[in-house]
């Protein structure tokens, strides 16, 4: 079956560190592969996403993410965190139907 | 940039009783779905919808589901008699095309059944 996996329930980094969120896929084929973020009472924002092609993608707020198919892996980054980083990350990948399956998500905690 | 608007930002409802909600996707977008997220838990496709019908629905979306596009604006999310288990945010969210185009969800509605 397909699925999305987030290891990580809760990380908790200090203010300027580096950040690396996991996120693990299991799907036929290399799926559609995208990051959300939803703040407090918010909704969903795109951060990025990958459809094929260069294996690091660029997104949005200094967030990047890296595809290496041999791991099934689409991980998160950012290499130094501010206070408003601090949400909840959203791992999804959607395949040859549009969609999306969720991972449990990753609460990011920031301290000063 | 253009959003998704979602209405009303939070509904109360007793159980049994019908709801509806509302979304206004964004303007030039042919694709709609509907996720729901239950308090801690993940994000759960309910259905898409394209073209005037329902082009793939999940489990969860069963006979007391329905989804509608009653003008050119408006798409809308009916409960016809709610459950206690029906609490959760939905979310609305639209595309310009299928599959290899990223989703864009709107705020929210956050139903509480009593």
């Known amino acids: 079956a397909q699925s999305v996996t987030q290891p990580d329930i809760h990380i908790t980094v200090s203010e300027g560190a580096s950040l690396e969120l996991r996120c693990n896929y299991s799907?036929?084929?290399?799926?559609?592969l995208f990051w959300y973020v939803q703040s407090p009472g918010q909704g969903l924002q795109l951060l990025l996403k990958?459809?094929?092609?260069?294996?690091l993608v660029q997104g949005i707020k200094g967030f990047e993410a890296e595809f290496k198919r041999s791991q099934s892996s689409f991980n998160l980054r950012k290499p130094s965190v501010h206070w408003s980083d601090a949400a909840e990350y959203f791992c999804?990948?959607?395949?040859?139907?549009?969609?999306?399956?969720f991972g449990t998500g990753t609460r990011l905690q920031v301290f000063p | 940039e253009p959003e998704v608007t979602q209405t009303p930002s939070h509904q109360v409802t007793q159980m049994g009783q019908e709801v509806i909600l509302r979304c206004v996707p964004i303007?030039?977008?042919?694709?709609f779905y509907w996720y729901r997220q239950i308090l801690g838990q993940k994000v759960e496709f309910l259905v898409s919808?394209?073209?005037?019908?329902?082009?793939?629905k999940s489990e969860i979306f069963d006979d007391q589901f329905s989804v509608e596009r009653p003008d050119g604006s408006n798409f809308t999310l009916k409960i016809r008699s709610t459950k206690l288990e029906d609490s959760a945010m939905y979310f609305c969210?639209?595309?310009?095309?299928?599959?290899?185009?990223?989703?864009?969800f709107g705020d929210g509605t956050r139903l509480s059944i009593l």
């Open positions: 969210a639209s595309g310009r095309l299928h599959s290899n185009q990223p989703q864009h």
């Open positions: 799907y036929g084929a290399t799926p559609y």
């Open positions: 990958y459809f094929s092609g260069d294996t």
């Open positions: 999804a990948a959607s395949g040859n139907t549009d969609k999306l399956i």
């Open positions: 303007s030039n977008h042919l694709y």
């Open positions: 919808f394209y073209n005037n019908e329902i082009s793939e």
